[in-house]
T-cell receptor
Framework: KNEVEQSPQNLTAQEGEFITINCSYS?????LHWLQQHPGGGIVSLFM???GKKKHGRLIATINIQEKHSSLHITASHPRDSAVYIC??????????????FGKGTLLTVNP | NAGVMQNPRHLVRRRGQEARLRCSPM?????VYWYRQLPEEGLKFMVY????????ESGMPKERFSAEFPKEGPSILRIQQVVRGDSAAYFC?????????????FGQGTRLTVV
């Protein structure tokens, strides 16, 4: 079992829909990242969370440390949001807290 | 500020050749991390380097792979005698501190294809 599980693996939506991508993890963490990767493209950091909720434009990320769960929401989705969204956690272990463990990603396709 | 620069973007090598992947961190960043993304798999940590030092190479295959980050110039990930299973996207990230924080910056990646 992966330390970081994302769901769903694939998600297709119509433009304007509200999107939720989930991430569950099984280890103690000091922080969680949400990343975006366009097909054939680089990786962009969207959020880093250690508690609570963050918002940037149409993107909202939440984390529940007790339940070891995070969600990424996209409001009023647009075709340009089509990408792979990756959850990554940073270990709490003091000696190696620079290491990120990644989920396999969620492929989002938003149709016009 | 040009961001994290990786080159080449695409690299094709025949089995048995050497592959050299370059990563120039953001200006002012002295910590570099390499990750590998195999087809249908998530990203995996390979190695963490600071200038002239390998801090953690626990994710690197024991043979054929090496990494360096010299005092001057980019970080290099070197794969000797490549095999088909080395085909993957290799990403580099850099940070000014020892942890990728909110300011996590990744490069565009190098897509290696071994034929």
């Amino acid at each position: 079992k992966n330390e970081v599980e994302q769901s769903p693996q694939n998600l297709t939506a119509q433009e304007g829909e509200f999107i939720t991508i989930n991430c569950s993890y099984s280890v103690g963490i000091s922080a969680l990242h949400w990343l975006q990767q366009h097909p054939g493209g680089g990786i962009v950091s969207l959020f880093m969370l250690s508690s609570g909720k963050k918002k940037h434009g149409r993107l909202i990320a939440t984390i529940n440390i007790q339940e070891k769960h995070s969600s990424l929401h996209i409001t009023a989705s647009h075709p340009r949001d089509s990408a792979v969204y990756i959850c990554a956690v940073r270990s709490k272990s003091g000696g190696s807290n620079y290491k990120l463990t990644f989920g396999k990603g969620t492929l989002l396709t938003v149709n016009p | 500020n040009a961001g994290v620069m990786q080159n080449p973007r695409h690299l094709v090598r025949r089995r048995g050749q050497e592959a050299r992947l370059r990563c120039s961190p953001m200006k002012g960043h002295s910590h570099v991390y390499w990750y590998r993304q195999l087809p249908e798999e998530g990203l995996k940590f390979m190695v963490y380097l600071q200038k002239e030092n390998i801090i953690d190479e626990s994710g690197m295959p024991k043979e054929r792979f090496s990494a360096e980050f010299p005092k001057e110039g980019p970080s290099i990930l070197r794969i000797q005698q490549v095999v088909r299973g080395d085909s993957a996207a290799y990403f580099c990230a850099s940070s000014p501190r020892a942890r990728l924080g909110t300011e996590a910056f990744f490069g565009q990646g190098t897509r290696l294809t071994v034929v």
